[in-house]
């Protein structure tokens, strides 16, 4: 059990932000509490601030042999991710930064500037056998700060320079920033896209998702998406149980009215020092909600607030996962989304010649 310190941060100084506190990360040799200089002045404490800082990557491709997930291979062009989402399942990854997976997860960023370069290299190694590669499964590529540093266009670029392969998964309406090269990929077959649209009310994005375009917003991603042709499907991701779990349809409805061409779902995951995080969260905004949600999520997970095995992570198992699962499923197939979108090809793969590689030949 994770437990989240004594210290909540002051509602002003984190106005914008889901965390309420900011825990040490399980690798810090020491908790993390308020110290008083003896001089009995009350401290001015302005709202937190999103910081960045690069990191020179020396690889960036990472391969995982779960098997209950479709792709085997990830990139992320940034660690941490100012979304804020409450429910990341990311945030424990921060603490590997010696950082902490509450506030710290969405302001205290980083950056890899050199993430296309080193893309670039290990594409072009001869060992390399091409797979799809999946963007935006651990912190959004679209997040606010890839507006100024546009490090995921610049992998984007590498990859269509590659014919390579790539699934996105976003919340952010930055992915049009980038139509005219996923355009390009599309015609091709090398590209699909998930947005994630975890409610339609704005109240509860706002508070669970503070810095994510609204649910409309998302929409017209899609809608832009499906409409440039471009492979697009709406992720009903977490399901919240006593929370979102009325919205199943509404979402799906709504997803294929805007284009969207097939749909998938998550339960809710609290991994680590996510689950005392989202309960101080629940608390906070939705006290009267918070015994029914949690009761759901230990209903799903045997007793307990999570259940890292595979094939029961993702979804939970017992009669009420069992009911969100067949709600979506007899939705999704009467607005026809329940086809799998088209696989992607891999057969156009290219290592492309450099100018010293041509020049060499005379």
């Not at 810090?28 to 990191?55: M, S």
């Not at 976003?170 to 920033?177: D, E, Q």
């Not at 994510?212 to 499907?233: D, G, M, N, T, Y």
Request: aromatic letters at 6%.
């Amino acid at each position: 059990m994770f437990q989240t310190d004594s210290h909540p941060v002051e509602k002003e100084t984190r106005k914008g932000r889901a965390a309420g506190s900011n825990a040490s990360g399980r690798f810090e040799a020491h908790e993390r509490v308020p110290e008083d200089d003896g001089w009995d002045i009350p401290e001015e404490t302005g709202q937190i601030r999103t910081q960045v800082r690069d990191e020179i990557a020396r690889s960036l491709i990472s391969y995982n042999a779960s098997p209950d997930l479709p792709f085997d291979r990830s990139i992320n062009p940034y660690r941490g991710c100012e979304h804020g989402c409450i429910y990341c399942f990311a945030r424990p990854t921060h603490a590997y930064l010696g950082l902490s997976a509450g506030l710290d997860f969405e302001t205290r960023l980083i950056a890899r500037p050199n993430a296309a370069a080193v893309l670039a290299e290990e594409l072009g190694k001869r060992s390399y056998q091409v797979a799809p590669i999946a963007i935006g499964t651990n912190t959004d590529p679209y997040q606010p700060i890839e507006k100024q540093r546009g490090i995921m266009r610049e992998c984007l670029e590498v990859l269509w320079e590659h014919r390579h392969p790539v699934a996105i998964v976003t919340k952010g309406t930055g992915i049009l920033r980038d139509m005219d090269i996923l355009r390009k990929m599309a015609k091709l077959g090398l590209v699909r896209v998930g947005i994630s649209l975890t409610t339609l009310d704005r109240d509860i994005a706002r508070t669970m998702e503070p810095r994510v375009p609204a649910p409309e917003k998302r929409l017209q991603v899609v809608r832009s998406l499906a409409r440039a042709q471009i492979p697009v499907r709406v992720m009903v991701s977490p399901v919240v149980p006593g929370l979102t779990d009325a919205e199943v349809e509404a979402i799906l409805t709504a997803a294929q009215a805007a284009g969207a061409s097939s749909a998938s779902w998550i339960m809710l995951r609290l991994p680590r020092e996510v689950s005392p995080l989202f309960q101080d969260w629940l608390a906070e905004h939705y006290p009267n909600r918070a015994a029914r949600v949690m009761a759901r999520l230990r209903e799903m997970h045997g007793g307990k607030e999570y259940d890292a095995n595979w094939h029961r992570r993702m979804r939970g198992e017992g009669p009420y996962a069992a009911m969100i699962g067949q709600r979506f499923k007899t939705a999704a197939k009467r607005l026809g989304l329940d086809e799998a979108q088209p696989p992607l090809r891999c057969d156009l793969f290219r290592v492309p010649v450099k100018p010293v590689e041509q020049l060499s030949l005379f």
